[in-house]
């Protein structure tokens, strides 16, 4: 799932207070369906806190742009060709230190800014959806798979990240903040280090952005053992729930990998190596949602 935002009328954004990359270099990209609105939107912005200063990803009239603003200079790369409103694409800004800014559309280079990026200004929360934490310029339309990086990511990275390969892919030892926006949580979870969003005024979910999902690395074992894990999904009444989606994370970082439907009788189960821990997370939407939703912690082994 992605999240969909409903622009200034809805007033809708996630936060929380901290900036994932308070001084530069940093990247910041996301999956983004263009809703088609005039004027500028912004995407993921790290500011100080209610305040309008700090990196920027952004749109204008489309367009991507990448930005940095210290309350007087506003250092940008924007992009000259609009996303395809209505349909599902990738936007990214590179902002280095102290100088250049690139703006990406679907993984090509689409603006650039060769100026000085260093600014007198430390981010302390990071806002999506919305320009700070107290509103400013809402986006309209769905967002998926933001992730930020303090590194300055090069073009054929950016471009891996465009063609649906998944952030937790892509320099992962300079990721800082993995958000898949998948419409089910509240806070939105953060798989990589933990810093959930918040949501503003409910912005609602929506079908996901065409990634791929990364595969699954366990540790290496001694032995070809697999354990089977199985359950039941059920309300609060203990009725089985069928057609239940389930994922499965792996306990040690969070990192979802492999997901099921439960059966007509909500029965589901993973084949997994013996001697990791792992847990499912289940879920049905209905209306309302579905009482009772099962989050229990499994062990193979």
């Given amino acids: 799932m992605a999240r969909h935002f409903g622009g200034a009328g809805a007033a809708q954004l996630l936060t929380v207070n901290v900036a994932a990359t308070p001084a530069l270099p940093c990247t910041m990209a996301c999956w983004v369906k263009y809703g088609g609105a005039t004027g500028g939107e912004f995407l993921i912005a790290q500011t100080e ?21 210290d309350g007087s200079s506003t250092p940008n790369a924007t992009g000259v060709t609009p996303l395809v409103a209505g349909v599902w694409g990738h936007a990214a800004a590179v902002i280095n230190a102290p100088s250049g800014i690139v703006a990406y559309r679907n993984g090509v280079a689409d603006g650039t800014y060769a100026g000085a990026t260093t600014v007198a200004t430390t981010p302390a929360e990071t806002n999506i959806g919305a320009g700070t934490s107290v509103a400013r310029l809402y986006f309209t339309g769905d967002l998926a798979e933001a992730a930020i ?3 300055a990511l090069t073009a054929d990275l950016v471009a891996g990240l465009a063609r649906g390969v998944s952030p937790i892919q892509i320099r992962p030892e300079a990721l800082v903040a993995y958000w898949p926006l998948l419409g089910q949580y509240a806070p939105e979870i953060d798989v990589w280090r933990g810093r959930g969003l918040t949501l503003v005024n409910a912005p609602t979910a929506a079908a996901h952005a065409p990634v791929i999902l990364p595969i699954p690395a366990f540790p290496k074992r001694t032995s070809n ?18 057609g239940a989606t389930v994922k499965l994370f792996r306990s040690s970082d969070d990192v979802k990998l492999f997901q099921t439907v439960s059966d007509g009788v909500g029965a589901y189960s993973f084949d997994v190596p013996g001697g990791v821990q792992f847990y499912c997370v289940a879920y049905k939407s209905g209306a309302p949602d579905v009482a ?6 499994l062990t193979g082994a």
């Fill in 292 to 297: 009772g939703t099962t989050i229990n912690t």
């Fill in 149 to 151: 990086w303090n590194v």
């Fill in 49 to 69: 806190v209610g305040v309008h200063k700090g990196f920027f990803l952004n749109l204008l009239d489309g367009k991507v742009v990448g930005q940095t603003y």
């Fill in 225 to 242: 053992v697999i354990y089977h894990i199985a359950g039941v999904t059920k309300d609060l009444a203990g009725n089985p729930i069928a």
